[in-house]
């Protein structure tokens, strides 16, 4: 997901369950949960 929104200068994409949105990830989001995981390594 990261790579697409970089690469189709995306800042925010839908979350959707079925057919219902429930909420919005955006870049920050991404990068936040990057960091995280570099952290926790």
């Known amino acids: 997901m ?3 929104m970089l690469r189709y200068d ?3 994409i839908p ?3 079925e ?3 429930v909420g919005i ?3 920050h989001d ?3 949960m990057i960091v995280r ?3 926790a390594t």
Do not use: T
């Open 25 to 27: 990830v955006s870049r």
């Open 15 to 17: 979350v959707v369950r």
């Open 37 to 39: 995981q570099a952290e």
């Open 30 to 32: 991404l990068l936040r």
């Open 19 to 21: 057919v219902v949105p």
């Open 10 to 12: 995306i800042d925010h």
């Open 2 to 4: 990261a790579k697409q």
